[in-house]
């Protein structure tokens, strides 16, 4: 099995930064990729992006595309998300999530494991 634990949520203002990490521990060498979701009150869990475990290869959502990075280090067994430019709407909590297989990134269901989650908020 593998766990997986977020940290680096804040408060911020609009227009500033802040890194999320997804720590990841266990059978990690399954792992075919980890994602990022987030859900604000009210709204549906929605994707962010995506990245494979070993190619790197990554996914954004259009709503975060030129403003979010998902990275990794595989020596640390953490997957990273700068999120700049930072907007109200990206209030959410912000949830990791990995999968041990492919298919569709942006469909939850593909996601085998899921961590706690850590609260983002942007004020205006």
């Known amino acids: 099995q593998i766990q997986l634990v977020e940290s680096g949520g804040g408060l911020v203002q609009a227009g500033g930064s802040l890194r999320l990490s997804c720590a990841t521990s266990?059978?990690?060498?399954?792992?075919?990729?980890v994602g990022w979701f987030r859900q604000a009150p009210g709204k549906e869990r929605e994707f962010v992006a995506h990245?494979?475990?070993?190619?790197?290869?990554?996914y954004y959502a259009d709503s975060v595309k030129g403003r979010f990075t998902i990275s990794k280090d595989n020596a640390k067994n953490t997957v990273y998300l700068q999120m700049n430019s930072l907007k109200p709407e990206d209030t959410a909590v912000y949830h990791c999530?990995?999968?041990?297989?492919?298919?569709?990134?942006?469909?939850?269901?593909?996601?085998?494991?899921w961590g706690q989650g850590t609260q983002v908020t942007v004020s205006s």
């Open positions: 990245i494979t475990w070993i190619a790197g290869g990554t």
């Open positions: 266990g059978r990690t060498f399954s792992l075919y990729g």
């Open positions: 999530a990995a999968r041990s297989f492919g298919g569709p990134s942006s469909n939850a269901d593909s996601y085998d494991y």
